[in-house]
């Protein structure tokens, strides 16, 4: 059994998804992405809570990996833990530089804005969004593009 495979299960709507994770990171207890898998599985069964306690322990275990933290500000912005989610995205940005690593950073910085929106810090979400390609997109209750969370920005700064 790998991460992968738990994962797949969850996406599959297989309901020994939960299962293969709690087996996994009792096989694998010192493994960060079996944690991020089972992190995966507890989101998708709508366990947010669930899901950033395994992301949080996936963080323990690699502390310098910015995907934990990217995943982690994703589901602390569903719960509404809007200031812990920005504090994450700023974490993994943090990690990107300190790894001279890019990967992740368009997303960091897409997702932060949105959480400093929510936050009220528009000036702050636009200097996130200045050099993120226009073609960016992600997914917060609904598709974002950067000219959408722009405009949000621009309206209720006003």
């Known amino acids: 059994m790998t991460p992968e495979s738990v994962r797949a299960a969850a996406r599959a709507g297989q309901p020994e998804a939960v299962e293969l994770a709690a087996q996994l990171v009792a096989e694998q207890p010192n493994d960060a992405t079996s944690w991020s898998a089972a992190a995966y599985v507890r989101a998708r069964l709508g366990d947010l809570a669930g899901a950033i306690d395994h992301a949080s322990r996936a963080i323990e ?40 690593n890019d990967y992740y950073r368009c997303s960091l910085q897409m997702f ?47």
């Open 61 to 100: 275990i690699a502390p310098t990996e910015p995907a934990y933290f990217f995943k982690r500000g994703r589901y602390r912005l569903r719960t509404g833990e809007t200031r812990l989610a920005e504090q994450d995205f700023s974490s993994g940005l943090r990690l990107c530089d300190l790894h001279g």
């Open 112 to 158: 932060r804005a949105h959480a400093r929106i929510e936050m009220g810090l528009h000036a702050e979400a636009e200097a996130d969004l200045r050099g993120v390609p226009p073609s960016t997109r992600i997914w917060v209750s609904g598709e974002k593009t950067v000219k959408a969370l722009l405009e949000l920005c621009r309206r209720q700064s006003h």
